[in-house]
């Protein structure tokens, strides 16, 4: 339930968009849209330097692994409507995964699991409706307009604090 309601919550945040406002050369403000409509894919997880937690260095070993092979475990799609679908391979992980000599060996997931619910966006809080059908609201980052930037701590507290989970606009 965790890991839908995380998939959940990564892709109503994807899916938004805000504005932001610049200053000019002249010192004049004006605002830029930033369009985040479309599709997002997991392509990093950073890992607090002061962290040192084997889970997560585990996690990001995987989604490396995985982004090398062009596979794409976690992916959300917004829309003008304001609904959101997000498509996640995690639960299917674990059956493709193998250690050997030279290091980690992973198999890219066949099977997904796809979820659709509606989100909206005031600056950068995030609001969605999660497995439970009750609002939910995370803060979200944009690093630049195609990268987008959630606390693992708003993921899930108990298991990825120190950690940020980044999607990459494609």
Do not use: H
């Amino acid at each position: 339930m965790k890991k839908s309601i995380i998939i959940v919550f990564l892709a109503i945040f994807t899916a938004f968009s805000c504005s932001t406002d610049n200053e000019d050369d002249s010192g004049n403000t004006q605002e830029t849209t930033i369009n985040l409509l479309g599709t997002w894919v997991l392509t990093d997880l950073r890992i607090d330097e002061n962290t040192n937690d084997d889970d997560l260095n585990f996690a990001k070993q995987l989604l490396d692994a995985f982004s090398a092979l062009d596979c794409d475990i976690v992916t959300f799609t917004f829309r003008n409507d304001n609904t959101v679908t997000s498509e996640d391979k995690t639960n299917f992980i674990i059956q493709n995964v193998t250690a050997g000599a030279g290091g980690l060996s992973v198999d890219c997931p066949t099977e997904s699991v796809s979820e659709t619910t509606t989100w909206s966006l005031d600056g950068d809080q995030l609001t969605f409706i999660n497995d439970d059908l009750e609002e939910e609201t995370i803060t979200i980052e944009l690093e630049d307009e195609n990268t987008l930037i959630i606390a693992g701590s708003d993921i899930n507290a108990n298991n990825y604090t120190g950690a940020d989970a980044v999607f990459t606009k494609q």
